[in-house]
């Protein structure tokens, strides 16, 4: 008998296409014959005809009665109203690998998405794993480009995945709609938001490999989502495992031929994607499916600016560095794929493709017009003035006529440079919340910046020399330094939101040293000057607090209270100041621990800088109800108050007190963020080693905690570049994990503390040298090691362990004595010393 010949691996790759080509053709309702495909490829007809017609055998035993001429799935005649708890309303499509149903959860009232397999599946067992695979994978992720998948269930033999219903339509039929238009700004987004969704999953470690239009979603609202994990790997695995070629041949990676995928396969995927969104036709359209195989790997696809001539060159970079065939040459992860996608529809230049700087300049010139503008007049202003005083002043030797004309111009330029330079800091600042007046001047407003830029602190910073210069031109005008002063405090507020605390210190010590030394000689006002030194001093006490520099910060609010003191009742402005003064040493940060110290704050309690403070705000809140900055410090009095009660019940009413006045406020200036963010951080104000002694406590901390979270999430979806509210974020991420590791839920704690990394991790890439960051991050993975220990996972802990050590290792030696960095540095060491015991004793 004469042996069959063997099929080595690239011809077995070859025919295993052709056979997925030939199937799928059979399914469409066509009926190709095995001679067509054996004569079309004489080089390997032999297994052709060997291989198809089993291949065909099997699949006409299984679609009998399970397909439609189409090759979409059926259920062979059998109608379903109900699965379970769940009523089937209608049909809203359906694939190869089962029917999608709209179905009304009666239980938890609410409409879901029913995919049901249909019983020809079940003939494969590969392809029920691989249903039972997509819910487990999406399952575990929550991100708001994936389609969320709530369940899986089986009834009378029927096995079916429960997701969340996407109202819309799926991106192939909106390419293929004759009204939809993809311009480049709408391409690029809906590009932006599967990247985003991608990067969420390579991080939770699930590679997709099968994205392409049909497998995303977009709503109504026009957000995209990935569906379809049926073909997802875990990262951690072999990239050679698996042979088996799956996913759709038009939008693989020529890697994908060999077995093989990383993330920058699923990168490949989203460029072919993109592609297709901006040419409104496949990359491989042209091309007849048996020669894919040969398309993909020689890539042979047209130019995108042949199709679209106008397209923008950075745009057309992206997506050429996307789909490169070699892997080497393309994005190295769908996170950097976004972030080059932002940067194109923020028109900033991306780092795909070098940008000239006459270019950048120009860019930057139309992202920020107003400020661009503002600092071109505030500089003509300041030269202009320059030129006229000096010539002013050049002529008084020659006549005292033309002397004093010249120095009524300088007068009046001064005047509009002072104009102009106060132009720049509004428009720099941009408050986003405005204090309504009760004898408050500007320079007392707690100021709110969102989305503060580096460029924005840096321009202040230059500003402030112009303000001096301009003091030294007309040294006998106060205006001049109140306007530096308020300048001064917004700079400040900027560097801090920014994480720049060290330069906020600086910015307002200088701001104060400008005060005492020049103030008398301007002639300022005694109760403008002490006003000017309460507010630089209360934000110096607020930043020093949050730099754990709580001596100082003590001794700058006692400043504040010594100065302000005598002021009488009715001047709101002093009164407002003091009792921030008494908020600021009765409502110490939470992680204060007080050090020895001679002060006079250490032989007088808390409670009665609360209590000085309550009876200042009572009074301001009775002559003007409703404005923001007295509701927001009375809140913090009671939130103070209730942190040091002692009995519960009285406690938990100082707490309910505080929402109360901030929840008021808000239905009366709905749109104050700062407000927002207060009653944010009030609700997530739970003292885990205090407030929890028993189960109810546990409950309630959990629902504080997730309604702070449902009030932050309105605030970074509104502005998601805000500094502080990725902070707060993660702050209450890693206390929702403490609570599900101390009921042993660990996969949840484990979840929770992966999303605040995840965000702490993009605060890092936006600020590499804050050391603050670094310290957070590193206590993240302190968290991580303790619950790998509590699971046994002596691989985990060490990991996380030692991406604590090389968050500490990566802080400028510059800061390593800051008390934050020696605390942390002393938490890590502890970690590993009680790690290194538990290894000894384990191999004694």
Same mark, same amino acid.
């Given at each position: 008998m004469t042996a069959t010949p063997a099929i080595d691996d690239d011809i077995y790759t070859t025919v295993d296409i052709l056979a997925s080509d030939f199937i799928a053709r059979y399914r469409n309702g066509d009926r190709p014959t095995v001679d067509e495909y054996a004569d079309r490829h004489p080089d390997i007809s032999e297994p052709i005809r060997r291989i198809f017609p089993l291949v065909l055998s099997v699949e006409k035993i299984k679609i009998d009665q399970q397909t439609e001429s189409d090759g979409s799935a059926t259920l062979a005649?059998?109608?379903?109203?109900? $699965?379970?708890?769940?009523? #089937?309303?209608?049909?809203?499509?359906?694939?190869?690998?089962?029917?999608?149903?709209?179905?009304?959860?009666e239980s938890l009232e609410r409409t879901v998405a029913i995919k049901i397999l249909p019983k020809q599946s079940l003939l494969d067992n590969d392809a029920l794993k691989r249903f039972q695979h997509e819910a487990k994978t999406a399952a575990a992720m929550h991100h708001s480009n994936i389609v969320p998948i709530f369940g899986i269930g089986e009834n009378d033999g029927t096995h079916y995945l429960v997701m969340q219903l996407v109202r819309g339509e799926s991106l192939d039929r909106q390419i293929k709609s004759e009204k939809a238009t993809f311009d480049f700004g709408r391409s690029a987004?809906?590009?932006?938001?599967?990247?985003?969704?991608?990067?969420?999953?390579?991080?939770?470690?699930?590679? !997709?490999?099968?994205?392409?239009?049909?497998?995303?979603?977009?709503?109504?609202?026009?957000?995209?989502?990935?569906?379809?994990?049926?073909?997802?790997?875990?990262?951690?695995?072999?990239?050679?495992?698996?042979?088996?070629?799956?996913?759709?041949?038009?939008y693989m990676a020529p890697e994908r031929l060999r077995g093989v995928s990383d993330e920058r396969s699923d990168v490949h995927a989203v460029g072919l994607t993109l592609y297709e969104m901006i040419s409104g036709t496949p990359a491989?359209?042209?091309? &007849? @499916?048996?020669?894919?195989?040969?398309?993909?790997?020689? !890539?042979?696809?047209?130019?995108?600016?042949?199709?679209? @001539?106008?397209?923008?060159?950075?745009?057309?970079?992206?997506? +050429?560095?996307?789909?490169?065939?070699?892997?080497?040459?393309?994005?190295?992860?769908?996170?950097?794929?976004?972030?080059?996608?932002?940067?194109?529809?923020?028109?900033?230049?991306?780092?795909?493709?070098?940008?000239?700087?006459?270019?950048?300049?120009?860019?930057?010139?139309?992202?920020? @017009?107003?400020?661009?503008?503002?600092?071109?007049?505030?500089?003509? &202003? $300041?030269?202009?003035?320059?030129?006229? &005083?000096?010539?002013?002043?050049?002529?008084?030797?020659?006549?005292?006529?033309?002397?004093?004309?010249?120095?009524?111009?300088?007068?009046?330029?001064?005047? $509009?440079?002072?104009? +102009?330079?106060?132009?720049?800091?509004?428009?720099?600042?941009?408050?986003?919340?405005?204090?309504?007046?009760?004898?408050?001047?500007?320079?007392?407003?707690?100021?709110?910046?969102? *989305?503060?830029?580096?460029? +924005?602190?840096?321009?202040?910073?230059?500003?402030?020399?112009?303000?001096?210069?301009?003091?030294?031109? &007309?040294p006998l005008r106060a205006d001049i330094i109140g306007q530096m002063t308020q300048a001064t405090i917004r700079l400040a507020s900027i560097q801090r939101q920014l994480g720049q605390s060290s330069a906020a210190i600086d910015s307002l010590e200088r701001g104060v040293e400008v005060i005492q030394t020049r103030?008398?000689?301007?002639?300022? %006002?005694?109760?403008?000057?002490?006003?000017?030194?309460?507010?630089?001093?209360?934000? #110096?006490?607020?930043?020093? +607090?949050?730099?754990?520099?709580?001596?100082?910060?003590?001794?700058?609010?006692?400043?504040?209270?010594?100065?302000?003191?005598?002021?009488?009742?009715?001047?709101?402005?002093?009164?407002?100041?003091?009792?921030?003064?008494?908020?600021?040493?009765?409502?110490?940060?939470?992680?204060?621990?007080?050090?020895?110290?001679?002060?006079?704050?250490?032989?007088?309690?808390?409670?009665?800088?609360?209590?000085? %403070?309550?009876?200042?705000?009572?009074? #301001? !809140?009775?002559?003007? %109800?409703?404005?923001?900055?007295?509701?927001? $410090?009375?809140?913090?009095?009671?939130?103070?108050?209730?942190?040091?009660e002692r009995r519960p019940g009285r406690r938990r009413d100082d707490f309910r007190d505080a929402i109360d006045i901030l929840r008021t406020q808000l239905a009366v200036t709905p749109t104050d963020v700062a407000l927002r963010f207060t009653l944010v951080e009030a609700l997530a104000g739970v003292n885990l080693r205090r407030d929890i002694r028993h189960p109810l406590d546990r409950i309630e901390a959990a629902a504080r905690l997730e309604e702070s979270l449902d009030e932050l999430r309105s605030l970074r979806v509104q502005f998601p570049d805000t500094h502080v509210f990725s902070v707060s974020e993660v702050h209450i991420r890693h206390k929702l994990s403490s609570l599900a590791r101390s009921q042993q839920d660990y996969p949840a704690a484990a979840e929770q503390l992966a999303q605040a990394i995840a965000i702490q991790s993009s605060l890092i890439a936006q600020a590499p040298n804050n050391f603050s960051h670094r310290c957070w991050r590193a206590l993240l993975y302190r968290s991580v090691a303790e619950i790998a220990q509590m699971q046994g996972d002596s691989t985990g802990?060490?990991?996380?362990?030692? *991406?604590?050590?090389?968050?500490?290792?990566?802080?400028?030696?510059?800061?390593?004595?800051?008390?934050?960095? *020696?605390?942390?540095?002393?938490?890590?060491?502890?970690?590993?010393?009680?790690?290194?015991?538990?290894?000894?004793?384990?191999?004694?």
């Open positions: 005649g059998r109608l379903f109203e109900r $699965l379970g708890d769940f009523r #089937l309303v209608r049909e809203i499509g359906r694939g190869g690998m089962g029917i999608v149903y709209e179905a009304r959860q987004k809906i590009a932006r938001q599967i990247s985003d969704g991608l990067a969420y999953a390579h991080d939770c470690g699930v590679l !997709h490999r099968d994205i392409k239009p049909a497998n995303i979603l977009i709503d109504d609202d026009g957000t995209a989502q990935i569906t379809d994990f049926g073909l997802a790997r875990n990262v951690s695995d072999d990239p050679t495992m698996s042979q088996a070629l799956c996913g759709s041949p038009r491989f359209e042209n091309t &007849s @499916p048996d020669q894919w195989m040969d398309a993909v790997r020689a !890539h042979q696809v047209q130019s995108l600016r042949s199709r679209r @001539p106008d397209i923008p060159v950075d745009l057309d970079t992206i997506v +050429s560095k996307a789909m490169s065939p070699d892997p080497a040459d393309r994005y190295w992860s769908a996170a950097d794929l976004r972030d080059d996608l932002d940067r194109f529809l923020s028109d900033e230049p991306i780092h795909a493709r070098r940008t000239p700087i006459a270019q950048r300049f120009v860019r930057w010139f139309r992202r920020n @017009p107003r400020i661009a503008m503002a600092t071109a007049v505030a500089l003509c &202003s $300041l030269i202009v003035a320059t030129i006229a &005083s000096s010539a002013g002043w050049a002529f008084t030797s020659a006549a005292n006529q033309r002397a004093l004309q010249a120095l009524e111009q300088s007068e009046l330029t001064t005047d $509009l440079a002072l104009q +102009s330079l106060d132009g720049v800091v509004d428009i720099v600042s941009m408050p986003s919340t405005t204090v309504a007046d009760v004898g408050v001047d500007d320079s007392a407003d707690i100021t709110w910046t969102l *989305n503060p830029s580096p460029q +924005s602190a840096q321009l202040l910073q230059r500003i402030q020399p112009l303000y001096e210069r301009l003091s030294q031109q &007309s103030s008398e000689r301007a002639g300022v %006002a005694l109760a403008d000057k002490q006003h000017w030194l309460a507010s630089l001093g209360n934000e #110096l006490g607020e930043v020093y +607090s949050a730099e754990r520099r709580f001596d100082e910060a003590d001794q700058a609010f006692l400043d504040v209270i010594a100065a302000l003191q005598k002021f009488p009742s009715v001047d709101s402005k002093a009164q407002l100041q003091l009792a921030r003064a008494h908020v600021g040493l009765g409502d110490p940060p939470i992680q204060r621990r007080r050090p020895n110290s001679d002060l006079q704050v250490q032989s007088t309690k808390p409670q009665d800088h609360l209590r000085v %403070a309550g009876d200042l705000l009572e009074s #301001l !809140h009775t002559a003007d %109800a409703h404005v923001a900055t007295v509701e927001i $410090l009375r809140a913090r009095v009671r939130l103070a108050e209730s942190r040091i802990q060490q990991a996380a362990i030692a *991406n604590a050590v090389a968050d500490l290792d990566a802080i400028d030696p510059s800061q390593s004595d800051h008390p934050f960095v *020696n605390q942390t540095r002393q938490i890590i060491r502890s970690l590993e010393t009680d790690r290194q015991d538990e290894n000894a004793k384990s191999s004694n």
